[in-house]
T-cell receptor, first 114, second 116 residues
Framework: ETGVTQTPRHLVMGMTNKKSLKCEQHLGHNAMYWYKQSAKKPLELMFVYSLEERVENNSVPSRFSPECPNSSHLFLHLHTLQPEDSALYLC?????????????FGPGTRLTVT | AQSVTQPDIHITVSEGASLELRCNYSYGATPYLFWYVQSPGQGLQLLLKYFSGDTLVQGIKGFEAEFKRSQSSFNLRKPSVHWSDAAEYFCAVGPWGGGATNKLIFGTGTLLAVQP
């Protein structure tokens, strides 16, 4: 595997389910990000992790719970979601600090909440 | 405040025609600028980036962009568009927010359609 991978690619869940999204980066980066992309809306930054420590939480509802066990893996735990949470969830990574500012994205997980 | 504006929400060009996608930014220092492309149902792929030096930068898939500081612009160009270029294009500027992370500000995107 190369780059940034995300699983699953598609997920349908009911409002009472609990599920997790997984992201893995194979680039040796030390920062990871979760974004939400909804139709007709700008890309929303949800969480930022640097060196496995959460450094930003952009007023995201508590039904979204991130976890970063190491610098290569990032999870987004989902529970009691709402239909408006249906979106494409993108993971990205970068080399923090002066190592370069570009972010590399995974293919995304298309989430549908029914 | 830092911001990125992509004035064109949707653009249609004919295959073989030239393309220019506009991006204007507001940033307090020398910006780092990026263009990304997103095909339907996919993640964002980095096309090119500007850090410093030559203001005309070359990217993948035959794209180029020119940084114009006086106009606060970083427009993306391609001399001859192919049907496979149909996608959404995002301009981004950074870093912002400080700290050890490289947060970027993304524009709202320009959706490119290519007519045969």
């Amino acid at each position: 595997e190369t780059g940034v991978t995300q699983t699953p690619r598609h997920l349908v869940m009911g409002m009472t389910n609990k599920k997790s999204l997984k992201c893995e980066q194979h680039l040796g980066h030390n920062a990871m990000y979760w974004y939400k992309q909804s139709a007709k809306k700008p890309l929303e930054l949800m969480f930022v992790y640097s060196l496995e420590e959460r450094v930003e939480n952009n007023s995201v509802p508590s039904r979204f719970s991130p976890e970063c066990p190491n610098s290569s893996h990032l999870f987004l735990h989902l529970h009691t979601l709402q239909p408006e949470d249906s979106a494409l969830y993108l993971c990205a990574s970068s080399q923090g600090g002066q190592g370069g500012y570009e972010q590399y994205f995974g293919p995304g997980t298309r989430l549908t909440v029914t | 405040a830092q911001s990125v504006t992509q004035p064109d929400i949707h653009i249609t060009v004919s295959e073989g025609a030239s393309l220019e996608l506009r991006c204007n930014y507001s940033y307090g220092a020398t910006p780092y600028l990026f263009w990304y492309v997103q095909s339907p149902g996919q993640g964002l792929q980095l096309l090119l980036k500007y850090f410093s030096g030559d203001t005309l930068v070359q990217g993948i898939k035959g794209f180029e962009a020119e940084f114009k500081r006086s106009q606060s612009s970083f427009n993306l160009r391609k001399p001859s568009v192919h049907w496979s270029d149909a996608a959404e294009y995002f301009c981004a500027v950074g870093p912002w927010g400080g700290g050890a992370t490289n947060k970027l500000i993304f524009g709202t995107g320009t959706l490119l359609a290519v007519q045969p």
